[in-house]
């Protein structure tokens, strides 16, 4: 079927050229604090990043906060379209092009403090009556990759939490980024929960569609390139993330 989508989307291309020319469309999703909506509007650790680098390339593109299943189907489909931040994995390097990194963290399995699972591999955490993980996300990819058959996907981050606080589900897959601002949200806290097992480093990118030009998206890599050369870059991170090392490297990956 991703075949299928590509084929189509790259006969659309050849077919109407002046496409590739047409304003760069910008989603990201409620994912705090990384992006989410703040005051009304799009705020968070990446989306200061991606305001930044308009600045610098006179980018004036709207950032739509949608869904990540709204998102990823946009990006798969729609060309000159840009969705951040995407967790880097080896399928969305053949399907994307990626710039960055803007953050870096670790997925983890949660479970309630109290908890006396243990979980010291992959193989273990299958054994868990249930894991809850946000709908389309990297999280559910991943399980799903290693042949989990006791997922238990929610449509926002937010409700995976709240039924891993009422013990509906045993553990939670999550980001180490995020998991304290959801947690928040759901009226607890991360000392509520204890991290049982980390299946693997996260290096979030900004993605961008099939049929963007080369050249936009260079430019978007020098502008983060020079952000972070300056200082910009970690001293937005460091007000997010004070307790965690902003990543200074900058490249291009995929397409």
Same mark, same amino acid.
């Given at each position: 079927?991703?075949?299928?989508?590509?084929?189509?989307?790259?006969?659309?291309?050849?077919?109407?050229?002046?496409?590739a020319?047409?304003?760069?469309?910008?989603?990201?999703?409620?994912?705090?604090? &990384? =992006?989410?909506?703040l005051?009304g509007?799009?705020?968070?650790?990446a989306?200061?990043?991606?305001?930044?680098?308009?600045?610098?390339?006179?980018?004036?593109?709207?950032?739509?906060?949608?869904?990540? #299943?709204?998102?990823?189907?946009? &990006? @798969?489909?729609?060309?000159? @379209?840009?969705?951040?931040?995407?967790?880097?994995t !080896?399928?969305?390097?053949r399907?994307?092009?990626?710039v960055?990194?803007? #953050?870096?963290?670790?997925?983890?399995? $949660?479970?309630?403090?109290?908890?006396?699972?243990?979980?010291?591999?992959?193989? %273990?955490?299958?054994? #868990?009556? =249930?894991?809850?993980?946000?709908?389309?996300?990297?999280?559910?990819?991943?399980?799903?990759?290693?042949?989990?058959?006791?997922?238990?996907?929610?449509? @926002? !981050?937010?409700?995976?939490?709240?039924?891993?606080?009422?013990?509906?589900?045993?553990?939670?897959?999550?980001?180490?980024?995020?998991? !304290?601002?959801?947690?928040?949200?759901?009226?607890?806290?991360? %000392?509520?929960?204890?991290?049982?097992?980390?299946? +693997?480093?996260?290096?979030?990118?900004?993605?961008?569609?099939?049929?963007?030009?080369?050249a936009?998206? %260079?430019?978007?890599?020098?502008?983060?390139?020079?952000l972070?050369?300056?200082?910009?870059f970690? +001293?937005? $991170?460091?007000?997010?993330? !004070?307790? %965690?090392?902003?990543?200074?490297? @900058?490249?291009?990956?995929?397409?």
């Amino acid at each position: 079927m991703k075949c299928i989508t590509r084929l189509v989307l790259a006969l659309y291309l050849c077919h109407n050229p002046s496409v590739a020319q047409e304003t760069l469309t910008i989603y990201t999703e409620e994912w705090a604090p &990384i =992006s989410f909506t703040l005051n009304g509007k799009p705020g968070g650790l990446a989306v200061e990043v991606v305001q930044a680098i308009q600045q610098r390339i006179n980018n004036q593109s709207q950032i739509h906060i949608i869904t990540w #299943a709204r998102g990823w189907k946009m &990006i @798969t489909e729609q060309p000159n @379209t840009m969705l951040f931040t995407m967790t880097r994995t !080896p399928e969305r390097e053949r399907m994307f092009s990626l710039v960055g990194p803007v #953050a870096v963290g670790t997925t983890n399995c $949660y479970a309630l403090k109290d908890s006396e699972l243990k979980i010291n591999s992959i193989e %273990d955490a299958k054994q #868990a009556k =249930s894991i809850g993980v946000y709908r389309a996300s990297v999280e559910e990819q991943l399980l799903l990759e290693h042949g989990f058959n006791n997922i238990a996907p929610a449509s @926002t !981050p937010l409700m995976s939490a709240k039924q891993l606080l009422k013990q509906r589900i045993d553990l939670w897959c999550n980001a180490n980024l995020t998991a !304290p601002a959801i947690l928040a949200a759901a009226g607890a806290s991360i %000392d509520d929960v204890k991290s049982l097992f980390t299946i +693997r480093e996260n290096q979030l990118y900004i993605a961008f569609s099939q049929g963007t030009p080369s050249a936009e998206i %260079d430019k978007w890599k020098e502008a983060l390139a020079a952000l972070k050369a300056d200082g910009s870059f970690g +001293r937005i $991170y460091r007000r997010w993330l !004070p307790e %965690d090392v902003p990543p200074l490297h @900058t490249e291009r990956i995929g397409l």
